[in-house]
Every structure is written in structure tokens, then in C-alpha cells.
């Protein structure tokens, strides 16, 4: 048994029994950036993008492409892709409930907002373009800056061949020399969630993928990610050390004019891929602003774990083990109350991710939620659910369990339901008819929402032990990039509603468990989600920047 079913085990009772070091406090004063930062390198700056169409809805994003025929990708799409997901688009202010409001006005703590959640707003994943010829740019290594929207050239020459090797046989998506690769920055989020940053940062890297897997695929283009590769391989070539960044993810880009996809439609000899070049390394170095860098032993411990055989990917249907268990024959059946018509999630992806906001505090409960409303959002948590590429071909679709805790909705009486979709608006098979709004606030941790004021709250599950024992340790940070990406569905189709809509993970795991009859599984609640209607005329300041 690896070190992951511990850690998942101390993730599921720390509200109970903390996880060490219980006395740590954070040095807010000695935080890092929420950004890596390297000095001396050339910046080319990114084109916004073209204009997003009206047809490429959060619809069209979560049903993903039929078929593909989606535009390529070239300098354009990918400023706009970035910029949408992970780029800074505006400052907000708004009178809310959470503890950093005091801090909120003063212009070096402001709130920037982004397209894509983030646990506690610190974005620690850092986002590398890897270009080979076909870009219109020399070939290289770059690495994001959001708050510049631009590139930070850390490599010069072609070294996609060796993201390509690292990739491995049978790797998802299209024969390319273009890719984004994505890695985690430890430090940027455990300097305040110590050990538990393991568990927030594998949501975040789900997110942005979820991210990018809607937007394109709104317009057409699938992406599809790697989560197996040759980790070790790919932290030397970014010049990162794995104890201090962990690499998560690799997405292959269709790009318009690659030679390479155009060498292996018409044959290995018109364009064969380049090899990967000797050994090289990024030199560039990411200046830290803290003085002092604690580690945590946990931390390392899955960073470790979760990167060793990362290069195995697992055979397809690796996970169907895995998938939720179907009742008991000799169970009661429950009651299922059908779902309304879900209201169609009309606007343009890059407008609802413009809109998306977290509400902390400002949900009312004087309005109830809409049932269509509520079919909407639960749908949409289940098409976030998907994350494609490797992890889909090895059983992934279909891990996520959803519940909902239902408060103030029209048309849904109160109570404690699992969601079972069924191909259209779905239904909801009644767990416990008593209201949750009580249960729902005594189990929070934190002072920055009253659940009870919610309309519903949604729970995603996973079999979590079961994923670790079919594919490994590396199959956590599938799990919590199921779950980011369920999240960040969740978040974009409440601002497509114009839904108030909140994210958190300061539960108390076990009280969930029970309440969801569970406690004979491995299944596991792993995130709330708050929907429902904010306050009406609430002081708010929204500056946007792009």
C-alpha cells in the first residue's frame, strides 16, 4: 500500500484529527509571489486573442467538440487561452465575508481576478509553453507571467523532441510540436496550507485543465492531457527541482502548420518528428521573494510518491474497478424525484469566465434557486467530470459521485439527495428527507459563509482508495483533478445562470460520509459547492483590465 492511502486518509479525518505540524501559523508577512519570477529574461507579449464567438457557449464547452474540426491553435488562440483561463482580467472589491477583506483595498494585496478558481486565490501552477518550429516564434522554452500576459523566454532551441520522449508511447492527443506543460510551485501554496497543500494544489492543476477543455472545445478543438509521462525527465529540462515543483501535466497542442502533424499524415519519411536533442536544461532561476522556505515532510512525501512511476501509464480500463458501486440488490429503493428541464448555459465561455467569482457570504437564502437552475449546474459538475486524454482512455469518466443538500430550492423539497443522471434532466434518489441546513453549518470550518443561506449544496465523490489501488500513487492527483475540474464546471456554468456560487474545503469529511450513508465505502467527499442567489444591493467595486 503506498503512501497515498495515508495521506488520503489523513486528508478525509483532519477535521477531527489535525494534520501536523498543528501549530503552524503562516509568515504573511514572508509569503512567496503568486507568481514565479525570472529576472533577466526577455518578455514577449501575448496578443489578447481573436474575438470569442456567440456560438461557442459553456454548452458547447462542457458537451465538448462532436467530431473535432475545431480551429488550430497559433499565437492568437493560445494569448487567448491563456489570458481567459489564468491571465489577470480585473480587480474586485466587493463587501463580503471573507477573513482578507481588510487587506482588499490596499493596491498591493489586491484581488485580481482570473478565469480559473484557485484554492485561496494563490494560483501556484505554472504554465510553460514548450514551442518547437511550427511556432511563429524561435523555438524554446517559455514560461507564462499572467500579470504581464506575456511569455518569459527561458530556453532557446527546439526541445519538443524531448517532451515527446518524455511523453512516451500511446500518449494522448495530436502528433505536434507544441506544448503546454504544466507544474505546481510547492511553496506559493503551502506557505499557508502546510500540509494540506498537496491535496489543494492537485484540485487547481484540474481546474485550469478544465478550463482549457471548455474553452476549446466550445469552439471545436479537443485537448487532450497527459497526467503519465517521464516527470523526472521533464523537471530537469524546466530546471526544477520535484521536492520544490511537482510536473502534473503535459498538453500536446494541434497547431496550425505543424510540420510534424503534416510529416505523420503523409509518412514518416516526408517529416519525421525530430529527436530529442542531448540533455539540456533551463539555467533561468525563479527568484523567491521569502527569506525563509519552510518544507513539510507530508508534502514531499507525496510529491515523491505520487512522481515515481510516473512514466507508467495505466492500461486502458485500468479504473473500472474503481467506479462508483452499484446498490445493493437487497437495499430498499429510495425514492427519485425528477429533475426539471435544465436552463441552457447560453453565454460565451470567455464571458462567463470574466464572471465567475467566488460569493463567500453574500448567498441569501430570500430567493430561492431555481430547479432549472439547480438540473443546470448539476449537470454541468458531471461534464467537468471528464478530463480526457490518458486518464479518460484508463476508466476516469464516470468516477465522480454527486450529492446535493438541498435548502432553499423551488420545486425540490429539502433534504440530502445523490444526483443520477440518466441522459436528460436527470433525478435525484432521496438519501434523508430531514432539511441539512443545521447539519450543513455545524460541519464548516470557516466563518466566511452560512450554508444554511444557500440554495443547495452539490459534494462530489470518489472511490478514492480503489483509484490508488488500480493505478498507484500518481492516481491522487487524478482523483483531485477530477475534482478541480468539477469544481470549475460548477463555477462557470453558476455565471453563466448569473448564480451565486462558492467553493470550499474546510469540512468536516466524516459528518459527510455518514450523512451520505457511506461510511461502509471508500467513497469519499472531496469539495462543497454553494450555489444560490447573492444578496441584492450589495456595495461591490469590479475594475476589468482586459
Partial sequence: MGYAHGYATAIMHRGRVPMEPVDFVPDWGDG??????????????????????????VERGLRGPAGGGGPAFDLGLLGGLLRDSYGLVGRRLGVQANTDLGALPFYPLANWSRGTASGG?????????????????????????????????????????????????????????QYLVLGVKYWQNSFKYNSFSFHA??????ALLGTWRMWAGARGTALEPALWFDEERLARLLGV?????????????????NATAAGARAGADTAPAPAAPAEVSVRHRDLERSRTV?????????????????????????????????PASAAPRRPETPLP???????????????????????????????????????????????????????ADGLVTLY??????????????????????????????????????????????????????????????SVLDAVGDRGYRLVNALIGGVAQATYTAAAALGVGCGVALGFDNIAYRERFELTGTDEMPLLIMMLGHERRGASDFRFEIA
Fill in 32 to 57: 512567496p509571489r503568486k507568481t514565479k519570477h525570472y529576472p533577466g529574461t526577455d518578455r514577449l507579449p501575448l496578443p489578447a486573442g481573436p474575438a470569442y464567438p456567440a456560438y461557442a457557449t
Fill in 121 to 177: 486565490g494563490l494560483y501556484p501552477v505554472s504554465v510553460y509553453w514548450v514551442s518547437g518550429p511550427s511556432a511563429p516564434v524561435p523555438p524554446g522554452v517559455h514560461y507564462y507571467s499572467a500579470r504581464h500576459h506575456a511569455l518569459r523566454r527561458l530556453l532557446t532551441g527546439d526541445v519538443s523532441g524531448t517532451v515527446r520522449e518524455a511523453l512516451g508511447e500511446g500518449a494522448p492527443g495530436p502528433e505536434t510540436d
Fill in 201 to 206: 494544489v492537485s484540485m487547481d492543476v484540474g
Fill in 241 to 257: 527541482a520535484g521536492e520544490e515543483e511537482g510536473i502534473f501535466a503535459v498538453v500536446p497542442l494541434p497547431w496550425a502548420g
Fill in 294 to 326: 519552510r518544507t513539510f515532510d507530508a508534502l514531499t512525501a507525496m510529491q515523491h510518491a505520487t512522481a515515481a512511476d510516473a512514466a507508467v501509464r495505466p492500461a486502458p480500463g485500468a479504473l473500472a474497478a474503481a467506479a462508483p458501486a452499484a
Fill in 341 to 395: 428541464e435544465r436552463a441552457p448555459l447560453a453565454r460565451d465561455v470567455r464571458g462567463a469566465l470574466r464572471a465567475r467569482r467566488s460569493s463567500f457570504g453574500r448567498l441569501a437564502a430570500e430567493r430561492p434557486l431555481d430547479g432549472p437552475h439547480l438540473t443546470a449546474c448539476l449537470a454541468a459538475a458531471a461534464g467537468g467530470a471528464r478530463l480526457g486524454g490518458d486518464a479518460a482512455a484508463a476508466g
Fill in 404 to 465: 446535493a443538500l438541498v435548502n432553499h430550492v423551488a420545486g425540490v423539497e429539502p433534504g440530502t439527495y445523490e444526483y443520477v443522471p440518466d441522459g436528460g434532466p436527470g433525478t435525484l434518489r432521496l438519501v434523508s428527507a430531514e432539511p441539512p441546513g443545521e447539519f450543513l453549518q455545524e460541519n464548516y470550518f470557516l466563518a466566511n459563509y452560512n450554508l444554511e443561506q444557500a440554495g443547495a449544496v452539490l459534494v462530489p465523490t470518489v472511490r478514492t482508495h
